[in-house]
């Protein structure tokens, strides 16, 4: 159980383009799905939290314009990389909390990240 | 926010030693702190995880020890093994800030064989 699955596993797009990527949980419903960013060699930056039916809260210098965040049902939120250039490229990683499973509350369990790269 | 500091960032151990990384955390508010271990390119993978209400968790090799007066947590690997090469990350969170994780920088283990 707790499965989160990401598409694209990668994808490889020219500058000026935009790029949506999907975070599914599987088996369990999320209300709450989190995006991170990792460069190489680096640690997981939180980037959004997404809030299904509501906005996505931005952490503090994520432009939010230009990565938007969809959390439309209890299993999918999508990020949209707009505009894309090269230093947007990165592996993306999302994440999603299993409220149901009061033992884990506070586990998040993580997506198989996409990695972008724009050329 | 929150900060998380991660030492060592390189650690080089002989098969069959123990291995140990510490991370500090700011937020006294933090309740939850786990461990992932990431292998080149794949998804972080919890390993072990404690709570702010307990001082010590241990699950077969490994351990994690949680100091909340002094804001540090470690984990503890014993009797390493060559698949236990990995990048290790320790992260806290605060249920009041939604829950949402503090990443520490990051562990790069290799145990030589």
């Known amino acids: 159980g707790a499965v989160v699955s990401q598409h694209p596993s990668w994808v490889i797009c020219k500058s000026g383009t935009s790029v949506k990527i999907e975070c599914r949980s599987l088996?369990?419903?999320?209300?709450?799905m989190f995006w991170y960013r990792q460069f190489p060699k680096q640690s997981l930056m939180l980037m959004a939290t997404?809030?299904?039916?509501?906005?996505?809260?931005?952490e503090q210098g994520v432009e939010k314009d230009k990565f938007l965040i969809n959390h439309a049902s209890l299993t999918l939120s999508t990020l949209t990389v707009t505009s894309a250039h090269p230093e947007d490229s990165s592996f993306y990683i999302c994440s999603a909390r299993d409220l149901g499973l009061a033992r884990s509350y506070n586990e998040q369990f993580f997506g198989p990240g996409t990695r972008l790269t724009v050329l | 926010g929150e900060n998380v500091e991660q030492h060592p960032s390189t650690l080089s151990v002989q098969e069959g030693d123990s291995a140990v990384i510490k991370c500090t955390y700011s937020?006294?508010?933090?309740?939850?702190f786990p461990w992932y271990k990431q292998e080149l390119g794949k998804r972080p993978q919890l390993i072990i995880d404690i709570r702010s209400n307990v001082g010590e968790k241990k699950d077969q090799r490994i351990a994690v020890t949680l100091n909340k007066t002094a804001k540090h947590f470690s984990l503890h690997i014993t009797e390493t093994q060559p698949e236990d090469s990995a990048v290790y990350f320790c992260a806290a969170s605060v249920a009041a800030a939604g829950n949402k994780l503090t990443f520490g920088g990051g562990t790069r283990v290799l145990v030589k064989p």
């Open positions: 997404s809030n299904e039916g509501s906005k996505a809260t931005y």
């Open positions: 937020d006294s508010a933090s309740n939850y």
């Open positions: 088996d369990f419903q999320a209300t709450t």
